[in-house]
């Protein structure tokens, strides 16, 4: 395509009409350059595109300039090379000075030192500013030339009478160095906002770190912003992350938003530091939650070498969070990290190696791994190897180095350390003691380990050994959900209003906590039974009866026991004596001997009305004798296929539920065939009644 036809799709004629043109005069490679040394490097890119196309050689070079240093525009090495090489002229020391840099570091060609330093040294002793600049550093760093301070102080001073934004930034950093020039503040300071003033990024960005921070100069944060801002908008590549960082720790409103636009200015600027930052913001911060998008900043910056990137990048992959699952390939990361040295991957590499993720279970290598991160001091692994000697695994059992082991790791700083030390303490017969459990229970909440913390709100609540206070337990459960233990502390807090325990009775604030602890907590679930069903609501007695049934499937014995009375009277539910029987099953499976009599009960009473005799039968067979739930999936198979009886799909339907109900393995796959089996015979009897 011409050059002349993709200025249309640059939005061109657009800029070309921009108020400030008017009736000046002025011409457009002089207006792209006034935005060149203003900073606005987007609309100077834009306009130079359109002059190049008219044939312009300087638009070309700055081009080459701009897309050699990714200024605005993304970085082009070779087009930039092209652009330079190809309308390069003796008269014009810019184009001299660029081609020599493109040559000395490389950009868009091969690296040749000496080619590079003739050009540079030819546009310096033309008193080319950003020449002269470059020569000075070079003497100073001693970078192909001998080093010689004191050549290069002549070079930048010369840089500095000719304007050099860049050589003034350098005699700042120089005075503050204190050694090849007199340490003085305020001169230092003076030469860093000449530089800020002539649009040098890093003096820019400098600036704002000072007043942010306040550091050897009075703290002024807006003053600050206003410095990082500009050497943003001039391309500095670590100014936008220092913005991000900032409104990513003040979290107010809209500060979120801010951070992640910083941030990925900073990823168009070239600093690939920051995916990670926008990886985590997507990935745990709730308003901006997007578990795709956190992945593909953590892939990028896996594949960019970021080994933040590369752990979460795994723990994604092993999730399949936001991106497809695949446990083997998260397997070899974390291996390749674990082997590099770096600790986090070896506690997880560990963790999969115990629990076969992505590779054969080995819980030796688990071990061997663990100890590797213990020797490394590891509070994690060294805790994880206390679990293996105190249970025996892959090792000898060893009680009394287990607890070496748990102490040494809560020393490390993992405070789940304190709290298996309380659990072993309160526990184990053969140590039990109480005070000494209370004892790392306080120590483990006054680390801020949440079990520690729900574990000593139980002690203050009943006053085991302990001056008993409510109020102290209501303030530790609190605690224990701001430190992220959400789904118990919600219930406890729950159970505190709803009771009033260390603060006033408030159903409704009980109610609310309650559905924050659902999800996996039966007992959430079993109290919002109990609320829902006294209100006496039409309503809420519906959200009673989906509230005791999630309870009873996730395993509360209240829950399952009252399910099975509500079956048995017909209350808020149809009456089923069969569904009762189940649940009183369930529980007796639990332990309970309420469950256990019931259904032992209700297999002896032979219905008369029942809406499946032979089922009842059946159940009392083979669960009250054989005690092998699975036999009820092979009576619902038999009923479905027609084995030793004939077909009964509603029936087998019902037995499939009920098996469902149970967790019986299979009973899903059941389900599904006998839905498929009646969907079938629907669409024949379908087509048959169409056809008579």
């Known amino acids: 395509m011409p050059e002349s036809e993709m200025m249309q799709d640059v939005g061109l004629k657009d800029i070309m009409k921009d108020e400030t043109m008017g009736d000046t005069g002025e011409s457009e490679v002089s207006r792209a350059d006034r935005y060149f040394s203003k900073g606005d490097y987007k609309k100077a890119y834009d306009i130079y595109q359109w002059c190049a196309s008219e044939g312009d050689r300087h638009s070309k070079i700055r081009m080459g300039q701009m897309l050699a240093s990714g200024l605005g525009v993304e970085r082009l090495p070779l087009r930039a090379f092209s652009l330079i090489s190809n309308n390069i002229d003796d008269s014009d020391v810019e184009s001299i000075f660029l081609l020599g840099k493109c040559h000395f570091e490389g950009i868009g060609t091969s690296v040749d030192k ?8 030819r546009a310096a002793e033309r008193e080319h500013p950003s020449a002269q600049n470059y020569v000075a550093v070079l003497y100073l760093e001693g970078d192909y030339v001998e080093k010689n301070p004191r050549v290069a102080l002549r070079w930048l001073n010369k840089a500095v009478v000719n304007g050099d934004a860049k050589a003034l930034y350098n005699v700042s950093e120089l005075i503050d160095e204190g050694v090849h020039l007199a340490k003085d503040f305020d001169k230092s300071l003076d030469c860093l906002k000449r530089s800020a003033d002539l649009n040098c990024p890093e003096a820019n960005m400098k600036l704002g770190l000072m007043y942010l921070d306040g550091k050897g100069i009075e703290q002024d944060v807006g003053v600050g912003i206003g410095y990082l801002e500009r050497a943003t908008a001039l391309g500095d590549k670590d100014a936008p992350e220092e913005l991000g960082d900032y409104y990513g720790d003040r979290r107010e409103d809209g500060d979120i938003d801010r951070a992640v636009d910083y941030y990925e200015k900073a990823v168009r600027n070239g600093n690939k530091n920051v995916l990670y930052d926008l990886g985590m913001i997507h990935n745990v911060v709730e308003e901006k939650r997007d578990y795709a998008k956190a992945c593909h900043y953590f892939e990028e910056g896996h594949n960019r070498g970021d080994i933040r990137c590369s752990f979460e990048y795994a723990m994604m992959k092993s999730l399949g969070r936001g991106t497809e699952k695949d446990e083997v390939l998260a397997f070899q ?16 590499l560990g963790h999969f190696y115990y629990e076969g993720i992505g590779t054969i279970p080995d819980k030796r290598k688990a ?44 020393k490390e700083g993992c405070t789940r350390a304190a709290y298996e030390l309380g659990m072993a303490y309160e526990n184990d017969e053969r140590i039990k003691s109480i005070p000494d459990s209370l004892y790392w229970y306080m120590a483990g909440a006054e680390a801020g380990e949440p079990e520690c913390m729900i574990k000593l709100a139980g002690h203050y609540e009943s006053g085991a050994f302990i001056e008993r206070s409510e109020e102290k337990a209501f303030n530790l459960y609190n605690d224990a959900y701001d430190r992220g233990h959400s789904k118990v502390a919600a219930a406890e807090i729950g159970r505190c209003y709803e009771e009033g325990i260390g603060t006033e009775t408030d159903i409704e604030k009980a109610t609310d906590w309650y559905l924050k602890a659902v999800g996996e907590n039966a007992f959430a679930m079993w109290r919002l039974y109990n609320i829902y069903s006294d209100t006496g609501n039409e309503i809420d007695k519906d959200r009673a009866v989906f509230w005791l049934r999630r309870s009873a499937c996730k395993g509360s014995v209240s829950a399952m026991l009252e399910l099975a009375k509500l079956y048995e009277e017909g209350t808020l539910i149809p009456k089923s004596d069969l569904r009762a029987m189940q649940w009183y099953h369930s529980a007796a499976d639990e332990g309970n001997e309420y469950g256990k009599t019931r259904f032992k009960d209700m297999i002896r009473f032979d219905p008369e009305d029942s809406e499946d005799l032979e089922g009842y039968q059946r159940l009392a067979y083979e669960v009250g004798e054989k005690k092998d739930d699975n036999k009820i999936i092979e009576f619902a198979n038999s009923l479905a296929d027609g084995i030793d009886t004939s077909a009964d799909l509603p029936r087998a339907k019902m037995w499939f539920e009920i098996a469902n109900e149970l967790h019986i393995k299979g009973a899903r796959q059941g389900l599904k065939k006998v839905d498929s089996l009646l969907r079938e015979i629907k669409e024949t009897n379908y087509k048959q009644t169409t056809l008579d």
């Open 114 to 121: 000496g080619k590079g330093f003739d050009l540079i040294l």
């Open 367 to 410: 071990r061997q791994w663990f100890e590797r991160g213990s020797r490394l001091k590891d509070g994690y692994c060294t805790m994880r190897l206390a679990d293996m000697h105190l249970f025996g695994t892959a090792t000898p059992v060893n009680e009394d180095f287990a607890l070496d082991l748990y102490r040494r790791s809560f």
């Open 333 to 348: 990361i974390l291996l390749s990290g674990a082997e590099k040295g770096d600790v986090n991957f070896m506690r997880w």
